[in-house]
Every structure is written in C-alpha cells, then in structure tokens.
C-alpha cells in the first residue's frame, strides 16, 4: 500500500489534485476533516482546548466556534504552540487508524493523506512519496480573493502565516505545477497516477 502525503499552501489546487486521485480509485484522508472529527463536542480534545483557551472559544450549540479559536491564536505562535500540542496528537492517531482501515480493506490502495500542515507537524512521517501542489504565492493571494471573497490583506496575513514555499518544495518528491488551467493540473495528476500504479 503506497502511502502518499499530499501538500500545498492555501488556495494551491491541492483539493483538484485530491479529487482526480480519488477518482482514480484513491483512497484520500483528509487532515482537516480529521482535525474537525477529533473536535466534536464532547472529545477529550475539544475538552481540552476550552480547559486551555476558555469556554469563549466554544459556540452557542456546543461546538467549537472555529472564527473565536482562530482569533485566539493567529499570530500567537506561543498559543497556537499549545493549541497544536492538544490536536496533532490526536490527529496523528486517527489519521494512523484510517490508513490501517484502508490498508485491511484493501491491500493494494494507494492512500493519500491530504495535509496541509505537512512540513510543520508531519514531514518525518514514513511517506513512500511526497507530492507538492505547486503555485506562487501571489496566484495563491488572487484566488483567495478572486474565488473565497477574501479581503487582499487577510489574503496576505494568510499566506504569510504558512511556512515558506521553498520549505514546502525541499520535501517534495513530486511537484504538480498548479499555476496553469486546471485541466493541466488534472494531466499532471493523471502522469503521477501512472506513475503510482506502476504503470510507467
């Protein structure tokens, strides 16, 4: 079973590559939805965040106001350090389970572990490969505007809070240049399933 983390800054087209692998017949773990799922009212890390942070960080029907513990931490790296010792344990051990799950379903999957925060909490992991997508930092900026509706200067504060581009690129083994049209990004993705399957 390959074991592939997929990675890339914000509005990089890493959610274009996931959904074509998917297609293919990937198996696709998604970190945020795994960080989100570990967060659920009445989860020891959901418990502990509010012991860290205060029930302020905690919305009107009981879940985790996401905005209020964003505000919290964002542009703290003494807090967002706390924050990240409480979720990333918690993380680490239900993406491990969810690989094993795919692994006894199907000895043969390719899983990718779609994870933004590779390079910060993640890159000595036993990857088979690491594959980046790849697009400058200020095309990255404009879609965030362009297509989220994001103010430019959040848009910046944004990007500007993620590792650099060329940490990201000194880990990978594979980039898919996401700068173009998408359908050269679906090509790209399409090489690297050839590529994965061993059919090359």
Same mark, same amino acid.
Request: charged share 25%; glycine share 6%.
């Given at each position: ?57 905690? *919305?009107?029907?009981? =879940?985790?106001?996401? %905005? #209020?513990?964003? !505000?919290? @931490?964002?542009?703290? +790296?003494?807090? &967002? ?14 993406? *491990?389970?969810?690989? =094993?799950?795919?692994? %006894? #379903?199907?000895? !043969?999957? @390719?899983?990718?572990? +779609?994870?933004? &925060? ?14 980046? *997508?790849?697009?400058? =930092? ?31 690129? *000194? ?30």
């Amino acid at each position: 079973m390959p074991l592939i983390a997929l990675t890339g800054g914000i509005a990089s087209g890493k959610s274009t590559i996931a959904r074509r692998l998917a297609e293919h017949g990937a198996v696709i773990v998604d970190a945020d939805q795994i960080v989100r799922d570990v967060q659920t009212p009445g989860s020891p890390v959901l418990a502990a965040i509010v012991a860290e942070f205060g029930s302020g960080v905690i *919305a009107h029907d009981g =879940a985790l106001d996401r %905005a #209020a513990l964003g !505000e919290r @931490v964002f542009g703290d +790296d003494e807090a &967002l350090a706390r924050l990240n010792s409480i979720v990333h344990p918690a993380v680490r051990e239900e993406s *491990a389970r969810r690989f =094993a799950a795919a692994l %006894a #379903a199907d000895p !043969e999957s @390719v899983v990718v572990y +779609d994870v933004p &925060l590779l390079v910060e909490a993640r890159v000595d992991d036993p990857w088979d490969l690491i594959v980046l *997508a790849d697009a400058p =930092a200020e095309l990255r900026i404009r879609r965030l505007i362009e297509l989220r509706g994001m103010a430019e200067e959040a848009a910046r504060a944004r990007v500007a809070a993620q590792v650099p581009d060329a940490a990201r690129r *000194a880990i990978a083994d594979v980039m898919v240049n996401t700068s173009l049209d998408e359908g050269h990004t679906i090509a790209q993705t399409d090489a690297l399933w050839e590529r994965l399957r061993g059919r090359e």
